[in-house]
């Protein structure tokens, strides 16, 4: 069972819960921006090692020398602070220790983005020779989750725009999902009514109330996609993010409006997005990233669509697709990118 930390300051809570719960060896991730040095009370009480995440995504080094550290002494917890790469290299961290029958840590993670969402998943993403390879086990469910709105306060407009894009893309895709279940629905439905109401204004007027209610959507459409994964959007989208840099939450919803058309008929997301039909439902989506400063066409990112269909298609993770409404048709995707990007 999980336990959620809610609230303002609440990355305070960490330490004493950790001291009571008999674990006073820590190992810290964190990526290189988080101020540890700014909070001389953060971890009082607590014996930890800090290690700083370095780069975007999660690399099969990167994890070996985190295991290296680690291994230097007998923590007793690992405490990831940080986006998603972040709490994904503590993942890969444990995987490697479950891989090799070590001592599996106590894992509590706290973003400091309201995107991601793999605070609530057993699964993680690590770059091998920059081919995505998913890990997954139950191990990697952190126990504790501590949701502090003030750790994403310093996210940029664009930082919260594209990790806000990515709630939005986990929800829909985890509701119309081959996998959805009634509980991953309540998940994505939640997740979809929060984002509506606070996404723009997050970006564009962010407060303590709206940055809360965003980092909640995302753990919410990470309940989702922890039941069913993720499909079509997610499955394009790991191209653009390894060969042409564009951020994940970014690339994810360029796709997104997309698969509207292509899976068509799907009435129920529809009317959680008050929209009437497919077309109306990707314009709702290309609208709302024009609104917050987002990119919606390949062609403003500097690509060339037509130079890139083949490769693009070619590497579409087929284990993601395997999850979406309707099945992978190459010339019928062919044919929407080319028309809407």
Do not use: C
């Not at 009082?44 to 800090?50: P, S």
């Not at 509506?196 to 109330?209: A, D, G, M, R, Y």
């Amino acid at each position: 069972m999980q336990k959620l930390l809610q609230g303002k300051n609440t990355i305070y809570e960490a330490a004493p819960y950790l001291i009571e719960a008999g674990y006073e060896t820590v190992f810290l991730i964190t990526g290189k921006h988080f101020q540890l040095h700014g909070n001389p009370e953060f971890l009082k009480g607590i014996h930890y090692n800090h290690f700083i995440k370095d780069g975007v995504n999660v690399t099969e080094s990167e994890t070996n020398e985190a295991v290296t550290e680690f291994s230097k002494e007998k923590f007793q917890a690992i405490l990831a602070i940080g986006g998603g790469s972040v709490i994904d290299l503590a993942k890969s961290l444990i995987y490697q220790l479950e891989k090799e029958s070590k001592y599996i840590p106590f894992f509590a993670a706290a973003p400091t983005t309201a995107g991601s969402g793999t605070e609530a998943t057993h699964f993680a993403v690590v770059y091998i020779d920059n081919k995505k390879l998913s890990l997954v086990s139950k191990v990697l469910l952190p126990q504790l989750v501590i949701l502090d709105p003030t750790l994403t306060y310093s996210l940029s407009p664009y930082q919260t725009a594209v990790s806000g894009m990515d709630v939005l893309a986990q929800a829909i895709e985890s509701y119309w999902n081959k996998n959805a279940t009634a509980e991953s629905k309540v998940s994505a439905i939640h997740a979809i009514s929060l984002w509506k109401e606070s996404f723009i204004n997050t970006v564009l007027s962010p407060t303590e109330e709206r940055r809360y209610k965003m980092q909640y959507a995302a753990y919410l459409a990470g309940k989702a996609i922890n039941i069913t994964r993720t499909t079509g959007p997610h499955a394009l989208s790991y191209y653009l993010t390894v060969n042409h840099g564009i951020p994940h939450g970014h690339a994810v919803a360029l796709f997104l409006p997309v698969f509207f058309l292509y899976n068509h008929s799907q009435e129920e997301v529809y009317h959680l997005l008050h929209v009437e039909n497919e077309v109306d439902a990707a314009h709702f989506v290309t609208e709302n990233l024009k609104r917050v400063g987002l990119t919606t066409k390949l062609s403003e990112l500097k690509i060339d669509k037509n130079q890139i269909i083949e490769a693009l298609l070619d590497e579409v993770n087929e284990e993601r697709f395997a999850n979406n409404p309707v099945s992978f048709d190459r010339e019928k995707l062919k044919q929407l990118i080319l028309e809407q990007l």
